[in-house]
Each structure stands twice: as C-alpha cells, then as structure tokens.
C-alpha cells in the first residue's frame, strides 16, 4: 500500500508540473524564414517582349521576376501551394516596370 501511495503522489506531481510548465511555458510559434521561389534560368528565356510576364516569387511584398510566359502556371502554382498557410506581414506594392527581351531574357527596364 505504502508502494502505490508513493507512485500515486509521484505521478500526480509529474502532471501538476507539466501543466505548469504547457500553461505558463506555451511553445513559441517559430516559422521558417520566407525564402523565395527559386527562378530557373532557363525560365527567363525568350524570344520577344511579349514572350515576358512577371511570375511572383514570395507570399507578400513582391513585385515578381520576369520569366516566360509559357512557366507562369509553374510559378502560380509553387507559389500557392507555398503561400497556403503564410501568416506574415502584407503590403502594398507599386510595381512599375516594363518588360523586354534583351539578349533573348526576360528582363524589367
């Protein structure tokens, strides 16, 4: 009996500290840094202006990078299924540029 008694008070002082500790020591919700969308340079391949589009790279704050037109869907695609669950901070952003072909690559002037 005095065994039981022992394992009892034990146990119970085991689960009164871990909830000390989950309530008043809750985890810190740490998220992985935001990296970008890494851009294949193959991608940025064109022929004329109008072969260029602009494909975003990161969840928020961003005015793209120029690729092909035809690797858009690739971009949107990687995007959405990265920015699903972005809880950061949003913004605004005045993206004024102008597309070209310069060298056969798609660039902002």
């Given at each position: 009996m005095k065994g039981i008694k022992k394992f009892i008070i034990i146990f119970l002082l085991i689960l009164v500290i871990g909830?000390?500790?989950v309530y008043?020591?809750?985890s810190k919700n740490i998220k992985p840094i935001n990296k970008p969308?890494?851009?294949?340079?193959?991608?940025?391949?064109?022929?004329?202006?109008e072969d260029c589009i602009m494909a975003m790279v990161e969840c928020s704050c961003d005015c793209g990078v120029p690729i092909n037109k035809i690797h858009w869907q690739k971009y949107l695609d990687a995007q959405e299924k990265k920015c699903k669950n972005y809880d950061g901070p949003y913004c605004k952003v005045s993206c004024a540029y102008e597309l070209r072909c310069i060298n056969n690559i798609c660039t902002v002037k």
């Open positions: 909830i000390i500790i008043y020591f809750p969308i890494e851009v294949n340079s193959t991608d940025q391949v064109c022929e004329v202006d």
